[in-house]
């Protein structure tokens, strides 16, 4: 399976925001998928989780309220929508799907072996 993220860009504090990321190439929809972000100098850290038939989320404390995990399964497409955008939330995103059918979310970066390319997103003051 291949992952190509997509939508990120330079914003204002407040403004909002939406990911996208295509899957191709494998069973997208028996997969549970996540986001995850690295801004610079720090490790890259778990942001939303979503399990394969989306009705299991997870989400890191410092985006829940402002950020929602979504995906089309006929679409092969997981979304980030971000809302409320601060500049501690630069950072380069990365989607991630964990390829082992119908498993649970993980909010770890080991347990998610398949990875998209990153989208940077930018939240100026």
């Known amino acids: 399976v291949q992952l190509q993220a997509s939508g990120g860009g330079l914003v204002q504090v407040g403004d909002s925001l939406r990911l996208s990321c295509a899957a191709s190439?494998?069973?997208?929809?028996?997969?549970?998928s996540g986001w995850f972000r690295q801004a610079p100098e720090k490790e890259r850290e778990f942001v939303a989780g979503?399990?394969?038939?989306?009705?299991?989320?997870e989400y890191a404390d410092s985006v829940k309220g402002r950020f929602t995990i979504s995906r089309d399964n006929d679409k092969n497409t997981v979304y980030l929508q971000m809302n409320s955008l601060k500049p501690e939330d630069t950072a380069v995103y990365y989607c991630?799907?964990?390829?082992?059918?119908?498993?649970?979310?993980?909010?770890?970066?080991?347990?998610?072996?398949?990875w998209g390319q990153g989208t940077q997103l930018t939240v100026s003051s």
């Open positions: 991630a799907l964990r390829t082992s059918a119908f498993a649970v979310v993980r909010t770890t970066e080991s347990g998610y072996d398949t």
């Open positions: 979503m399990s394969w038939n989306g009705a299991n989320t």
């Open positions: 190439g494998g069973p997208f929809g028996l997969y549970a």
